[in-house]
């Protein structure tokens, strides 16, 4: 049986082999978060309109476009809702499990102006913060993340 289906599955090449894959295995969208901070080690929080009332406060965050770079991901995410300019770091988390998503974050530094000027379709409130000075009702995991990745 198993000579079979290799049999099969060459015979097959291309379009039909990806068909099968596609169709076998789980098909992913990427929520893509960026850890901003400025030149003082202040973080970029966010209260978005869409989230739970208890828990709008967290990081700026999106879904990455098919075929982009999950680093430019932070860098759109980020002017689309703040008006701000970031020049992505170094990837800081990768998890899958979440059904159909998997969970990206990277650190993001500021670059130029500092006043953020808000999408208020997405966001109700833009804070600089201290790591230690995070507003009440942030959520966990993003918490987790500023303080996991916060410089010495």
């Known amino acids: 049986m198993r000579r079979l289906v290799a049999l099969v599955w060459r015979a097959i090449r291309g379009p039909i082999q990806w068909r099968i894959l596609w169709i076998a295995h789980a098909t992913f ?90 999408n208020s379709f997405e966001v109700l409130e833009a804070r600089w913060c201290t790591p230690d000075g995070l507003p009440d009702g942030m959520q966990e995991s993003h918490r987790q993340l500023i303080t996991s990745s916060t410089p010495e």
Do not use: C
């Open 29 to 118: 969208m990427a929520g893509v978060t960026g850890v901003v901070r400025d030149d003082s080690g202040r973080v970029l929080v966010l209260r978005h309109r869409m989230w739970p009332p208890d828990r709008q406060w967290g990081l700026p965050t999106g879904y990455a476009n098919k075929g982009e770079d999950f680093a430019q991901t932070v860098v759109r995410e980020v002017k689309e809702e703040t008006g701000l300019a970031v020049k992505p770091g170094r990837l800081i988390h990768l998890r899958s499990g979440y059904r159909l998503r998997i969970e990206v974050a990277y650190e993001a530094q500021l670059v130029g102006d500092a006043t953020p000027r808000i």
